[in-house]
Antibody, heavy 122, light 107 residues
């Protein structure tokens, strides 16, 4: 069974940093393109960014609001995805989901983790 | 950036009724569109990919149609477990984006 378990969320001051982790199991992590998607509580979904596989050069793509502040990385030896968030703003407050490409295409997301909550507030 | 506009924002229907949800893209995305269902307290679940293909395990009452810039998700006869929020998403280019969602609520 595919499992994605996020961790690392919490309360951080504006301007601070936080690193989220996503532990993957049940599939060949090194072959998977991985994404982060966030959701402000009670609001819609926002794609944050994606990292391709080592074979694809671990190329990353980001949404405009986080580009230059957030960095996605992966450690295939640990089957773990990371999201390094710097220069955090109050508008980054959200539930952050880790997700992987589905069996149909890398950019259709399925399954998803349960999310980790990040709160940016002073 | 491709903007996906979903309508209506809320759909109030009774079990057994037909639900028709719309997703309109700001430019053509060909057939590169998916639909997700999200229930309260849960992560989203992939329902439809490539505009009209049901994901594994998704009941036949869910169907997707459309291409270019106009797409529709239809639930032929609402079951109690179908009351949820539905999102569309494209993969046509970067950045990937989601629509704002349609909430299907019990009337």
């Amino acid at each position: 069974e595919v499992q994605l378990v996020e961790s690392g969320g919490g309360l951080v001051n504006p301007g601070g940093s936080l690193r989220l982790s996503c532990a993957a199991s049940g599939f060949t992590f090194s072959d998977a393109r991985m994404s982060w998607v966030r959701q402000i509580p009670g609001k819609g979904l926002e794609w944050v960014g994606l990292i391709k596989t080592k074979t694809d050069g671990e190329t990353t793509q980001y949404a405009a609001p986080v580009k230059g502040r957030f960095t996605i990385a992966r450690d295939d030896s640990k089957d773990t995805l990371y999201l390094q968030m710097n220069s955090l703003r109050t508008e980054d407050t959200a539930l952050y989901y880790c997700t992987t490409g589905s069996r149909y295409h890398s950019y259709w997301f399925d399954p998803w983790g349960q999310g980790t909550l990040v709160t940016v507030s002073s | 950036e491709i903007v996906l506009t979903q309508s209506p924002a809320t759909l109030s229907l009774s079990p057994g009724e037909r639900a028709t949800l719309s997703c309109r893209a700001s430019q053509s995305v060909s057939s590169s569109l998916a639909w997700y269902q999200q229930k309260p307290g849960q992560a989203p679940r992939l329902l439809i990919y490539d505009a009209s293909n049901r994901a594994t395990g998704i009941p036949a009452r869910f169907s997707g149609s459309g291409s270019g810039a106009d797409f529709t998700l239809t639930i032929s006869s609402l079951e109690p477990e179908d009351f949820a929020v539905y999102y569309c998403q494209h993969r046509y280019n970067w950045p990937l984006t989601f629509g704002g969602g349609t909430k299907v609520e019990i009337k």
